[in-house]
């Protein structure tokens, strides 16, 4: 088995909002504009070198609505011979007002993934810079909820909108309220902090040197960002929707100062940023350029001295210097919950890595009844052996790739009475066995 290839194609920069945490802010944003054949002819390479690969693919831009031709590339695309993990529209949800669009892109996409950052029209013309309507935004999110398979909204949490965090929460579950049975799932992430490195085909017309700092929620004002979330969760959870706070190398001690939970990075597991593709122009998806490359967001960060002892200190990138500078301070994470948290995280870890998408992964667990943290605990011991700290482990755990660990979990599994155990070692190996004999990556 190898990694489900992840790419994001950003095919014009064209948006109407002029977002300030927007990592295309600055891009000239009218002739950064791939043409149809270009684009077609894009689709045609990924297809050359990921034919029987699982591809999770996202249309981003800049904004792909725009585009008068995004009906006609989407339905070449699906014509690819792929094997779609899914394909992923990245929107923020205006022009999805007119329903005949919604209605033809949502028959062609397997999800969503919908900016949405205020709850009314005042917070809408503010962070969005724009003079776009907070009610075609409102009406764009009724019809993607009407139309589309599945609906992710990403919120981020700025200094505009931290102290209604609840208030947007609502917001999106009375736009679906007429559509309730939608799976919903709702992303935040802080600003995130990026550097731009060597100009390449991606990042070539960006403000080098730029970060979001000016983005970000007063750091004295953490405790209030960290209850909003909490009720935003808690208004969520009651209509079946994860909350979830993203990780883009967020140091692990701010995550859980906001969401009481830690990054992945904080287990020296990979994320967001280090396995998907960023593709632009003239075939760039042979550059293989990851997210990582092209925005580099590790530079200029800092390991003070609370960092010194921390449970994460070794694979915790640190706080970014433009933060500590606004307040922001490291705090050492709790080592007996971190200890406690590690054996959940990697046995989620494991199953989205090998089942790969959300939705599909929710839909295949939620009718087993199992004892998670108990099969976590197994999972983890077998996986660590005898070691001598939670160093140890995180770091032999964190060289297994996903396969070896799904394999572990389900030969673990079936030694468990719990008859449901045996059904998700069923799944686990069905879908290893689904990956037999495909070749690696080019």
């Known amino acids: 088995m190898t990694a489900t290839v992840n790419i994001v194609i950003k095919s014009l920069y064209a948006c109407a909002h002029q977002c300030g945490f927007c990592h295309v802010l600055h891009v000239p944003r009218n002739i950064s504009y791939m043409p149809t054949a270009q684009v077609k002819e894009t689709f045609d390479r990924i297809e050359e070198m990921f034919e029987g690969r699982r591809v999770e693919l996202e249309m981003s831009g800049g904004e792909f609505t725009q585009r008068k031709d995004a009906v006609e590339l989407i339905e070449y695309l699906r014509t690819k011979r792929i094997w779609w993990s899914s394909l992923v529209l990245d929107t923020m949800g205006v022009y999805l007002a007119d329903s005949g669009l919604a209605r033809a892109l949502g028959a062609l996409f397997d999800k969503a993934n919908v900016s949405i950052h205020a709850c009314d029209p005042a917070m809408h013309t503010a962070i969005s810079g724009s003079a776009t309507h907070f009610e075609d935004l409102e009406q764009g999110l009724g019809n993607i909820f009407r139309f589309f398979p599945a609906v992710f909204t990403n919120t981020s949490i700025n200094r505009l909108n931290y102290h209604r965090l609840a208030d947007i929460a609502a917001f999106i579950l009375r736009t679906r309220e007429a559509s309730r049975q939608a799976p919903l799932y709702c992303l935040y992430y802080l600003p995130v902090h990026r550097e731009y490195g060597a100009a390449n085909k991606e990042n070539r017309f960006r403000i080098h040197g730029e970060d979001n700092t000016d983005w970000l929620p007063p750091a004295a004002d953490l405790p209030r960002v960290r209850s909003q979330f909490e009720r935003a969760r808690f208004l969520l959870a009651r209509r079946s929707a994860p909350a979830v706070l993203r990780d883009f190398n ?3 001690c701010i995550q859980h ?11 020296g597991l990979p994320n967001f940023m280090v396995d998907c593709y960023f593709t632009d122009f003239a075939h760039p998806i042979s550059e293989r350029h990851t997210l990582e490359d092209v925005y580099p967001s590790r530079f200029r960060r800092t390991k003070t001295g609370e960092c010194g002892n921390c449970a994460a200190a070794e694979v915790c990138p640190g706080m970014p210097e433009g933060w500590l500078a606004r307040g922001y301070e490291a705090k050492r994470l709790d080592e007996s919950e971190y200890e406690a948290a590690l054996p959940i995280q990697v046995l989620n870890q494991t199953l989205f890595g090998l089942f790969h998408d959300a939705v599909r992964t929710r839909r295949l667990l939620q009718g087993l009844q199992l004892d998670w943290a108990g099969v976590a605990a197994s999972f ?12 140890d482990a995180r770091s032999r755990i964190s060289r297994l790739p996903v396969a070896e660990r799904a394999s572990v979990l389900a030969l673990q599994l079936r030694r468990m009475a719990n008859p449901d155990c045996p059904a998700l070692a069923g799944l686990i190996e069905e879908e290893l066995g689904r990956f037999a004999g495909v070749a690696c990556c080019p």
């Open 250 to 252: 967020l140091p692990a």
């Open 257 to 267: 100062a906001i969401s009481g939970t830690f990054p992945e990075n904080a287990f």
């Open 380 to 391: 983890f011991d077998a996986l660590c052996g005898e070691v001598s700290s939670i160093g």
